[in-house]
């Protein structure tokens, strides 16, 4: 095979406490969830985030918070007996630098690119890397380990005039 470009990223794998408890686990190990609600799916009171789900969305810090944003809505209304409405769509982002100023900012679901910006993010941008490089540490340390940032729902929402796929 010949590329111009590849990103290989290594298997994950469950976390030991979870390979040892098959009860709550699918075949490979991870938290059995509904991939939409995050819900277990034996146990109603097992909610799950982050690189532990069975899901098949790729293992970000992107997907993390849009998973947060879910988790959010659905905890409350599972202790108030209500249905689950919110949804993750599996969103899930990685940038991938690709020089020393230009960077390809992946965004994508199970249905295929879900981009924030509206221009073709596939292409190398230096728009790109400021963002990853000023931008994406702001959030992940001001906001995203404080719980503040629920994903880039809302942004995409703006951006695109209120027309978005969430």
């Known amino acids: ?68 944003r879910t988790l959010s809505k659905n905890i409350p209304r599972f202790l108030e007996k209500k249905p689950l409405l919110e949804t993750y769509n599996c969103y ?24 924030t910006l509206p221009i073709n993010q596939a292409k190398p941008r230096y728009i790109s890397f400021l963002l990853t490089r000023y931008i994406l540490p702001f959030i992940y340390w001001k906001l995203g380990v404080k719980g503040h940032w629920l994903g880039p729902a809302t942004i995409r929402k703006i951006l695109h005039f209120g027309v978005s796929k969430e």
């Not at 470009?5 to 406490?17: L, Q, T």
């Not at 097992?46 to 992107?62: M, Q, R, V």
């Not at 899930?92 to 981009?115: K, M, W």
């Open 1 to 68: 095979m010949v590329f111009d470009f590849i990103h290989v990223a290594p298997p994950c794998s469950a976390p030991e406490v979870l390979r040892n408890s098959p009860e709550i686990t699918n075949a490979n190990s991870f938290l059995d969830i509904n991939q939409k609600s995050l819900q277990h799916t034996k146990f109603a009171n097992i909610f799950g985030i982050g690189d532990c789900l069975g899901s098949p969305n790729k293992k970000t810090a992107a997907a993390l918070y849009s998973q947060m």
């Open 92 to 115: 899930s982002s990685c940038p991938l630098i690709v020089s020393f100023r230009h960077v390809v900012l992946a965004e994508f679901t199970l249905e295929g690119p879900h981009e």
